[in-house]
């Protein structure tokens, strides 16, 4: 791992400000908000919250989409060059991937922040079984951050009201679910039905 070259939040802001389209910048900005917000909101202690002058929503929200506007033979070439394990379904939709190579971006530029961080970076946009709270507010910011047009704030409300962390998560991944399947886009990934499970049979969740 080459030595690092970013060591604070902003430095990183800097980098993310010269390399993403500004539509991508505020995006991630508002992510990196966004979740310090349902941090608070949820009352969150399930994470590990800070590294190295870093805290981790700031952190995970500016770093979650560095590699967003990549192409799929980028991401597929970036993972071949580095050794980045990909599965069948990566390989069938990159971009799927690029939280997971975000996250190895973001190694090589600040060092080798905490484990449960990378994690939260490589499940943002599917989600999975198991994921602590950072990984979950991250997951719900990125859905809902100020510059998504699509969403009402009647919805938005709908999902912060839900009364936890996993009931706000499991609202926004069934109704993701629901998009992609009457879109005919693809069907839920495995982390995503994974993630459904988990929180349906570990956490109780319902939609309403």
């Excluded at 805290?55 to 506007?69: K, M, N, P, Q, V």
Aim: glycine share 8%; charged share 25%; with cysteine.
């Amino acid at each position: 791992m080459s030595e690092p070259t970013i060591f604070t939040a902003e430095q990183l802001t800097d980098y993310l400000r010269r390399t993403v389209s500004e539509k991508r910048f505020i995006h991630s900005l508002g992510v990196a908000g966004t979740t310090e917000d349902v941090l608070v909101r949820f009352r969150c202690t399930n994470y590990e919250k800070s590294w190295k002058g870093f805290s981790a929503a700031t952190f995970c929200g500016l770093a979650h989409d560095i590699a967003r506007e990549m192409t799929d033979a980028e991401l597929l070439d970036y993972c071949r060059k580095n050794n980045v394990y990909l599965s069948t379904e990566d390989i069938e939709a990159p971009v799927l991937a690029h939280g997971t190579v975000s996250a190895e971006i973001a190694m090589g530029l600040a060092g080798a922040f905490p484990f449960s961080w990378y994690r939260a970076l490589c499940t943002h946009t599917t989600g999975n079984a198991g994921m602590d709270d950072l990984a979950l507010a991250l997951f719900i910011a990125d859905y809902i951050e100020p510059s998504r047009t699509f969403m009402a704030e009647e919805k938005r409300a709908f999902y912060l009201g839900a009364g936890s962390i996993y009931r706000c998560a499991y609202r926004i991944l069934c109704d993701m679910i629901d998009h992609w399947r009457a879109k005919g886009f693809h069907d839920a990934s495995s982390g995503s039905l994974a993630m459904k499970a988990w929180l349906e049979k570990s956490k109780g969740c319902i939609y309403g």
